[in-house]
Nanobody, 123 residues
Framework: QVQLVESGGGLVQAGGSLRLSCAASGRFLSTYVIGWFRQAPGQEREFVAAFRWSSGASWYGDPAKGRFTIPGDNAPNTVNLQMSSLKPEDTALYYC????????????????WGQGTQVTVSS
């Protein structure tokens, strides 16, 4: 069993930055991939980024490229998402998730999900 808690969301003006955190608890966390997804009202869940603990590999979705990164200086059992140059269209509920197998960019891969943290970008 894995438990995930997101934090760091809030209200920010366009062009600003936010740093989201996903804190994980459970056993054998080093075998998991941690993914970030977002979902805006009326929209499908969208892949943002993912990180594999064992290899340090990362993946980024189209919205993240050039603006969002998963820093390498994470606290133990934590995966951060550094977001910059935020736009109103980034407004969504951001989730982290954990998976042991499958494609990191596919939401169906993930076994465990957090409750989400709201990001709102004003114009």
């Amino acid at each position: 069993q894995v438990q995930l808690v997101e934090s760091g969301g809030g209200l920010v003006q366009a062009g600003g930055s936010l740093r989201l955190s996903c804190a994980a608890s459970g056993r054998f966390l080093s075998t998991y991939v941690i993914g970030w997804f977002r979902q805006a009202p009326g929209q499908e869940r969208e892949f943002v980024a993912a990180f594999r603990w064992s290899s340090g590999a990362s993946w980024y979705g189209d919205p993240a490229k050039g603006r969002f990164t998963i820093p390498g200086d994470n606290a133990p059992n934590t995966v951060n998402l550094q977001m910059s140059s935020l736009k109103p269209e980034d407004t969504a509920l951001y989730y982290c998730a954990a998976s042991r197998q499958g494609t990191p960019t596919y939401s169906g891969t993930y076994e465990y999900w957090g409750q989400g943290t709201q990001v709102t970008v004003s114009s």
